[in-house]
Every structure is written in C-alpha cells, then in structure tokens.
C-alpha cells in the first residue's frame, strides 16, 4: 500500500503533511475520528473537513495513509468494535436514512460521513434503506428487526433520523408478544431537529462526536415508559386533521423512551403540527407558543383542568403510596427518563441518560412572562427546577385525570405523537422493567 502521505510531522495540535501532489496540509486534532492499523505497515488516519456553503457548514470524511505513527497520535489508534465487526458471529448491519427528518439532511450525512467511513473500515456488505413515507422505518422493524432479534439474530441498526425513527422501532418490539433472543444494537446519527435523546447522551456536539459513539461506545439496556390511556382516547394523526384507534391489543398502550406531558409543552407541539400552523413553516413553533402564551383575545393561557397523582415506592419490598399534586389547575406537566429536549434545553438536570429513572416537572397557571421566564431558565442549564413554583421529583407513575371539555385540553403528547384523550379520560405513565432495545453510547 502505497502512503497518501510522503512527510508526517505534529505541530502543537495538528497533524502536518506533505501530499503526493506536493501540496503541504493541515489536519486539527480535534477534527480526527481515528487511526486504524492496517494489515501493511501504514496507518489510516481518518478525518472531517469542513465546507462551508451558503453560511452552512457541512461536513465530509476523509482518509490518509501514512507509513509511521507519531506518538502524538498513539491515542487514536482504534480497534473496529463487535458491535460492527466481530469474527465469531458478525452482526448483520443496517443503515436506515430517514429522509424526511428534520431539514432533510440525512441523506447527505450518509453520503458525506458514514458511508466513506463504513467503507474504510472495510465493512460493505451491510444493508442500506432509505424511507420512502412514515411507515418505513415500522414495516422495517416489523418485518427485518424484529424478526431478526427473535431468531436469536446479532444486529446492529444505524439509525440516521430524529427521535422518531428510534420510537417506531421500539414501539414494535414492546407491542410484540413473542420472546426476544438477542437485543438490536441502535446507533443515533442524529438528523432530526429536536433530537432529545442523542442530546441526552452527548451528541449534537458534531460529527466526531457522532462517529466516535459509532466507533467507541458500548452497548447500554434503554429505559422505557408505557403510557396506558382510558378506552376512547385516540390517536391524533394527518397534521390534526384525523383520529385513528391506538392498538386495543395492548390495552390502549403507546411506549416512550423520552417525554410524556401535558398542558404547555403537549400543546405546542400539537398545535404546531397542525395544517394550519405547519403552512408558516418553521415559524410554526414560535406562533403556536406564542398563541398559547398570550391568546390573540386578550385573555390569560390556558388554565389545564385535571387531577395529577403521583406514585411512588421506597424500595421493592415496600408499599406504593400515591400523591396528588398541584391542586386541579395547571399549565406545565411533564414525565422524562433524559435529561434534555434539545441540545441546550435541559428540562431535567438531575437525569442520567439511560439509568431508567423517571422524572416530573410540573407548574401551575401563571402569566405568559412567568412561564417564558421558566422556559428561559431551562435553556441556562436546567435553572427552573430552583425555582418555587416549579415541582421536581422522582416518580414511578403519573396518573392525569382530566377534567376539561374542550378536546384541545386534553391533548398528551408520548415522544412527539399526539393522543386526544375522551372527556373525564385518563391516562397512567409508569416504567416499564423489560428493556429490549441497546443503545450504542
């Protein structure tokens, strides 16, 4: 093998050389994902360029091989994962490019960074898929994933997409009753534009972040939540404009890995998703907020009606008690196992990704500039759990019981996905204890 590079030499935090061309180029610590040893005595240093085009950077991976290694880079040399490449019993490996996510930028991503990445680390007999409408990433895990963890199959899924792709597949594995032989490994390539749960594990913070987890992390269990509602509650689909049945085998149940709420936060993201907001584009979320924080009317926000119960127990063995919270009106109440909602939305500080423990937050009515000013302090490190108006605490179950009329009021969101629940409806949020699904982190 023939090195791309004819002189190497390390200059403070960077990595200089010499092309066959003769032209001289730099490489930053900081944009190198890894050294791999090659079968030949040479190195292969991958790493990110940026290009910057139209005020946007993007990202591209590329490759040198060189004939020493400087001790400078001693600590990138990486060894291929098994959870990629494992000579016993090799995963099967699937890519999914989730092409309607967030700015549609997937697409790019895999062509730019992890399909030249794959390719140099010597693994293309993997299975690529792109989605073709919102039902191909649950007909893929219906129908490959799925099937393939029950024969007992070792897989890896590279998941580029939002929380979205993520929830779909794991709604399929906790709606199937038949037994798990091995767990998927899932990988986040995070293209959406919330992304909580890539955020909550450290991603968003670039590409070398995100290819690094790719090739460095672990395998870890993920928490879940199943969120069981009352007979006639009913999906809310086609930008709000239909109902559908939720699954009546499972009792009514949707499963969750991020956020169940109710009031402010489930309102806005109902209401922004709606053919009537979704027409303004991203401006959609400001007006939705903005509409629900100081109604065109004049009038205060919503006051949400209901009953919120919390359950609780201090150890296996001891009795669960039961606490009402918050009287019957509220504006903000929500469930999370993350500790974040977007990249610097903390909403809860005291979350460790993926250790199963479930957190509330919750406040009552107050005005418009009260509850921005919260929102305002999750974003400056999660400081709204300080505050005095604001419940914070452990729990094993929420259970809301609504008392509103207007079915706009009774609109709970489950991981984005929205359920109108019937008038003095219910629904129970508790966690669950089976973890089927690996996340890489």
Known sequence: MMPDALAVDIAGSSLKYTSHAGVECSVDFNDILCVLSNPAPTYSVLF??????????????????????????????????NHLRHDDEPPIVQVVVSTGSGTGK??????????????????????LYETQS????????????????????????I?????????????????????????????????????????????????????STLLRGSPSPIPIFAAKFSPGSRMVIDEG??????????????????????????????DSDTFEYRKFGSDRFKMAANELLYPSDGSPPHQFKGKITLTNSNGPNEARCQEAVGGLEHMYALATLVPRLEKDFLISPDSVPLDGKMRFIRF?????????????????????????????????????????DEEKWR??????????????????????SSRLLNLIN
């Open 411 to 432: 609109r709970v969101c489950i991981d984005g996905k929205i359920v109108a629940v019937e008038r003095d409806g219910w629904v129970e949020i508790s966690k669950e």
């Open 241 to 270: 404009r239909k109902r559908a049945d939720i699954d009546t085998e499972v009792h009514h149940t949707i499963y969750g890995a991020v956020v169940a709420s109710w009031g402010l936060h489930s309102a806005l993201v109902a």
């Open 159 to 211: 998941l580029l997409s939002g929380d979205g792709g993520l929830i779909d597949i794991l709604e399929i594995f906790y709606k199937s009753k038949k037994t798990i032989g091995v767990s998927p490994n899932i990988v986040l390539i995070p293209c959406g534009t919330g992304n909580a749960m890539a955020s909550s594990i450290g991603l968003r913070s670039g590409p070398v972040l995100d290819l």
């Open 364 to 404: 009552g009515p107050m005005s418009g500039e009260d509850a921005m000013h919260l929102m305002t302090l999750a974003y400056q490190g999660g400081r709204h759990v300080i505050e005095d108006t604001v419940t914070y605490v452990d729990t094993e179950q929420v259970r809301i019981d609504f008392q509103e």
């Open 106 to 127: 997937a697409k790019t991503v895999f062509q730019d960074v992890v399909q030249p990445f794959l390719t140099y680390i010597g693994l293309e007999n993997y299975e």
């Open 48 to 81: 990110f360029q940026k290009t910057e085009l139209d005020g946007s950077e993007d990202f591209s991976l590329k490759k040198i091989d060189i004939e020493s290694l400087p001790a400078a880079l001693s600590p990138f040399v990486t060894k291929i994962p």
């Open 134 to 157: 919102a039902q191909t990433i649950v007909e893929l895990a219906r129908s490959k994933f799925l099937e393939r963890a029950q024969n007992g199959v070792p897989q890896t899924i």
